[in-house]
C-alpha cells in the first residue's frame, strides 16, 4: 500500500508512519499540503492519504478540494486525522467529502484503525473486474481509465466467452457492453447471470452503452443492473461507481460469510465440534424417513461417560473438558461418513447410524465401548455406558411425513436413553440393546 501522510507535526507524523509502515506499508511523509499536492501532480502514486486538520499553508478541506481536482483524485481516500473527537467534526468532515475520519489518539488504538483502513484498501486493489466488449480501442480505453485503482481488469470480446470465464475464475464486477455481437447480447448476459442459482446471481453489473435512452437505461436496471454509464466514459465517474459497486460486493461477500459463520455455530458444539442437538433435530427426521422409504434399519445409540462428575469434582473442569474433547474424537474416529455424531448434553453423545442391523450394531456399540476402556481419556481411566434402539421399519415404500419422522425420532431416542439406564443399572460400562419392529410410540 502507497501511503501519502501530511502532518506539520514532525513528531505526530513519525508516529503514524512508523505505525503504517509495520503493517507494511511504503509512506511518504510531508509537512506541507502543497508539497504533496505537488508530488500527486507529478506522478507520485498514491493508495490513501491522510491528512492532518491543521496545516501551516492550507486547509485540510482545501487540500480535500484540491487533491479531487488531480486525474484519479475524485476516488482517492482521502483521510483526516484530528484530535477532535466531537461528533459534529466527523459528521462535517465526512459531509464535505473526507473518506473518513480518524481520531488521533494513542498509538495503540490509532494504530487498529489504520490497520483497518489499509486492508480495506488493499481488499479493493485485489479487485478482478470482467469486462464485456467488443471494441478493442473501447475496452483498451475503459482499462486505462480503471488503471488508477490498481485493480486487475480481464477483457473479453463476447457474452458467451464471460460465460465461461466467470464459471472458471472469480471476478469481483462484470462491465458489459449492451450491445454485444452474436447471440448472446448484454442484456441477454445479464439475465444469465440473474438467473444462476449460485452466489454469482448477485454478482454486480456496471452496464455502459453509447446509447443514452431512458427506455434502454430502464431496461437494464430492470434486468438486474446494478448500475448504468454512458460512453464516452468520464474516467472519475467511472472509477467511482466501479469502486463502489465492488465495495458493495465485498461487504456482501463478508455478510456472507458472518452469516455461514453463524449458521454454523448454531449447529456445532463449541467444546467438542460435533453437531449438536439443534442439527439433530433438523437432520435426524430425514434419516428416519430415508430408512422407512428404504425398508432399512436405523440403530440410535446413546452414549454417556460413567462417574464423570467425578472428574469435574477431583480434576476440575478444564480437565473434564479436555476428556470430553478426547472422548468426541475417539468416537469420531469409528463413525462412517453417512453417521451422525451428536454432543447430545453434558457428557452424553448420541449416534445415528443408517442401514445397521442389530447384530452389526451389537458389534459397532461393544468396539466403541472398548476404544474408552482400553485407553485413557486425558490421562484418566473412564469407562462408557451405551444404550442401543435398532429400528426396523416397516414395508419399504411408505414414507412419514416430516412431523411423524420427528416424532420416530424422538421415540427412538427415548428408547435408546431407556437402554442406557439399564446399562448404568446393570453395572456400567457395557452395552445394552433392544430392536423395535414397529413404529415407535412415545
Known amino acids: 500500500m502507497r501511503v501519502i501522510l501530511i502532518d506539520a507535526n514532525a513528531a505526530a507524523r513519525a508516529v503514524v508512519e512508523g505505525l503504517l509502515q509495520a503493517e507494511g506499508a511504503h509512506v511518504r511523509a510531508f509537512g506541507l499540503g502543497q508539497q504533496a499536492l505537488q508530488a500527486l501532480a507529478d506522478g507520485e502514486r498514491a493508495d490513501v492519504v491522510l491528512v492532518s486538520r491543521h496545516l501551516p499553508d492550507m486547509g485540510a478541506l482545501e487540500l480535500l478540494r484540491c487533491v479531487r481536482a488531480l486525474p484519479g483524485g475524485a476516488v482517492l481516500p482521502v483521510v483526516l486525522l484530528t ?51 467488443d471494441s478493442a480501442a473501447m475496452a483498451a480505453a475503459t482499462a486505462e481509465a480503471l488503471a488508477p485503482l490498481g485493480m486487475e481488469v480481464e477483457h473479453v470480446l463476447h457474452g458467451q466467452q464471460a460465460l465461461q470465464r466467470l464459471e472458471q475464475q472469480a471476478f469481483d464486477l462484470v462491465i458489459v457492453d449492451v450491445v454485444l455481437p452474436g447471440s448472446l447480447t448484454g442484456l441477454g448476459l445479464l439475465s444469465a447471470i440473474r438467473s444462476r442459482r449460485d452466489d454469482l446471481a448477485e454478482l454486480p453489473v456496471l452496464a455502459y452503452s453509447g446509447y443514452d435512452e431512458r427506455a434502454r437505461r430502464v431496461e437494464m436496471l430492470r434486468r438486474g443492473a446494478n448500475d448504468y454509464i454512458t460512453k464516452p466514459v468520464d474516467g472519475d465517474e467511472l472509477r467511482a461507481r466501479v469502486t463502489n459497486l465492488v465495495r458493495y460486493w465485498r461487504l456482501l461477500q463478508q455478510v456472507r460469510q458472518q452469516h455461514a459463520l453463524l449458521a454454523q455455530q448454531a449447529v456445532t458444539d ?11 433435530d433438523e437432520w435426524g427426521p430425514r434419516h428416519v424417513r430415508r430408512a422407512w422409504r428404504d425398508g432399512q434399519p436405523l440403530t440410535v445409540m446413546m452414549a454417556d461417560l460413567d462417574h464423570f462428575k467425578e472428574v469435574n469434582d477431583q480434576h476440575g473442569h478444564d480437565r473434564g473438558d479436555q476428556v470430553l474433547r478426547e472422548l468426541a474424537q475417539r468416537l469420531r474416529d469409528q463413525v462412517r461418513p453417512e453417521d451422525m455424531l451428536v454432543r447430545y448434553g453434558g457428557e452424553e453423545f448420541a449416534l445415528l447410524l443408517p442401514r445397521l442391523g442389530a447384530q452389526a450394531a451389537a458389534k459397532h456399540a461393544e468396539r466403541l465401548r472398548q476404544r474408552v476402556a482400553e485407553q485413557p481419556l486425558a490421562g484418566l481411566a473412564l469407562t462408557l455406558s451405551i444404550g442401543v434402539c435398532v429400528w426396523q421399519p416397516p414395508a419399504p415404500g411408505t414414507v412419514a411425513l416430516p412431523e411423524e419422522a420427528a416424532r420416530i425420532l424422538r421415540a427412538l431416542l427415548v428408547q435408546a436413553d431407556r437402554c442406557l439406564y439399564r446399562a448404568k443399572a446393570a453395572g456400567r460400562n457395557r452395552c445394552e440393546l433392544e430392536v423395535l419392529r414397529a413404529v415407535p410410540a412415545l
Open 270 to 280: 463449541a467444546l467438542t465440534g460435533l453437531h449438536n442437538r439443534h442439527q439433530l
Open 83 to 133: 484530535g477532535d473527537a466531537s461528533e459534529s467534526l466527523r459528521l462535517s468532515a465526512l459531509e464535505g467529502g473526507f473518506t473518513e475520519v480518524l481520531q488521533r489518539s494513542t498509538p495503540d488504538q490509532l494504530a487498529p484503525h489504520l490497520c483497518a483502513l489499509l486492508q480495506r484498501q488493499a481488499k479493493l486493489q485485489r479487485a478482478r473486474i470482467l469486462l464485456v466488449e
